[in-house]
């Protein structure tokens, strides 16, 4: 496991460890060529392995944070994973079958793919009053925003001869602890004239009537609406929906009673209401269980709620982006959650979204992003 000292940082040098076969994962320099009937087709795009430990490039990872406020890589954090020997990133197409499980197909591709830093367990698990987001002494899975499968590997090594000494690296839908990895950190000045790319950020706080995304901490997916209502409450829907961002993500927060002299900082335990920008539709909640019976159903209304939410357990400081929170209602112990089944609209990849009880890692939220 990363030593107590050590922070994991966007921009360094790190070896990816999984964690049921001890094997390194690995960019390789060999193209995946795609069979058909009667022809092959090279493709831009390198196979992705595990192998045992080796001091090379290919084994050697950035991580680049999405839309980064600082340079610590935390759980909870969207990032992509730059193999540092090939410059082409670690990626996931759920379109594709892998050459040996048919299961997700993963590759190294030019383009950015953003994965989620997900716990091995629960965050709240050891203390319910804090929010641990810490990667040190933690296994991780990194799990598509695009798609929702986490990258996997195992025991079986690939068919084709070239890369057969490699096991196959998949994604997974149902994780398993073939999902866990261990992030280990490359030694300073073992590769010469490399330079970590390391930036200076300011905190972005976050002030009323900001227009913002709201994530779910757990999944990376944004809170959602759209002219689309509930057959059953005929109220607007609120879903979550997967990358990328569209108009249909962005909100309104304000505070509910603001007084005169209010600087207009979120705070701590402020209560706050949540408009959706393109409906105009407040974000409410309803005595309608949801189509899965997890919950009470979220709904968007036309008037302002009378009552509005609560954001708990954030350090006691001015709301900030990329800062865990709950979102409460006042006066009611529910908590706005995710749940992983699809929208009672079946609209798209779409998930529902849901007031529950008991809150757990998917009931965390952070502010993605503010626009004035």
Avoid at 11 to 19: A, D, E, P
Avoid at 49 to 61: L, N, Q, V
Avoid at 151 to 165: C, D, G, I, P, R
Avoid at 328 to 354: F, M, W
């Amino acid at each position: 496991m990363i030593n107590e000292s050590v922070q994991i940082e966007q921009g360094k040098l790190y070896q990816i460890r999984h964690q049921a076969t001890k094997l390194y994962l690995k960019g390789t320099i060999h193209f995946i060529v795609e069979k058909k009937l009667f022809s092959t087709k090279e493709l831009d795009e390198y196979y992705l392995g595990t192998s045992i430990k080796e001091e090379d490039f290919y084994t050697y990872f950035i991580f680049e944070k999405y839309l980064p406020t600082d340079n610590n890589i935390e759980l909870g954090n969207i990032v992509s994973i730059l193999n540092y020997g090939q410059q082409y990133y670690v990626s996931l197409n759920k379109d594709k079958k892998s050459e040996v499980t048919n299961q997700c197909y993963a590759y190294l591709g030019q383009e950015k793919h953003y994965f989620i830093i997900q716990p091995e367990k629960d965050v709240f698990a050891s203390n319910i009053n804090s929010i641990e987001t810490s990667i040190k002494n933690n296994l991780v899975r990194f799990t598509s925003i695009h798609n929702g499968y986490s990258l996997h590997s195992h025991f079986n090594t690939y068919k084709t001869e070239k890369v057969a000494q490699y096991h196959e690296v998949t994604g997974y839908k149902n994780q398993d602890e073939n999902d866990l990895w261990e992030i280990i950190p490359v030694k300073e000045n073992s590769i010469k004239n490399f330079i970590p790319k390391i930036k200076k950020y300011e905190p972005i706080q976050i002030f009323n009537e900001d227009i913002i995304i709201l994530r779910n901490f757990w999944t990376g997916w944004a809170l959602h609406s759209h002219q689309i209502n509930y057959r059953s409450s005929k109220a607007q829907e609120v879903t979550l929906a997967c990358y990328e961002r569209e108009q249909n993500d962005l909100w309104i927060i304000t505070k509910l009673n603001i007084k005169e002299n209010d600087d207009g900082i979120i705070r701590r335990n402020d209560e706050i209401v949540l408009q959706h920008k393109q409906t105009k539709k407040f974000l409410s909640w309803s005595n309608f269980l949801t189509y899965s019976q997890s919950g009470y159903q979220v709904q968007g209304l036309n008037s302002k709620p009378i009552t509005g939410f609560q954001l708990e357990y954030f350090e006691n400081q001015p709301l900030r982006v990329n800062s865990p929170f709950l979102i409460k209602i006042i006066n009611k112990n529910l908590y706005l959650s995710q749940q992983n089944i699809q929208t009672e609209s079946k609209a798209g990849s779409q998930k529902e979204a849901a007031f529950v009880q008991k809150f757990s890692g998917s009931c965390l939220w952070v502010v993605e992003s503010r626009n004035k």
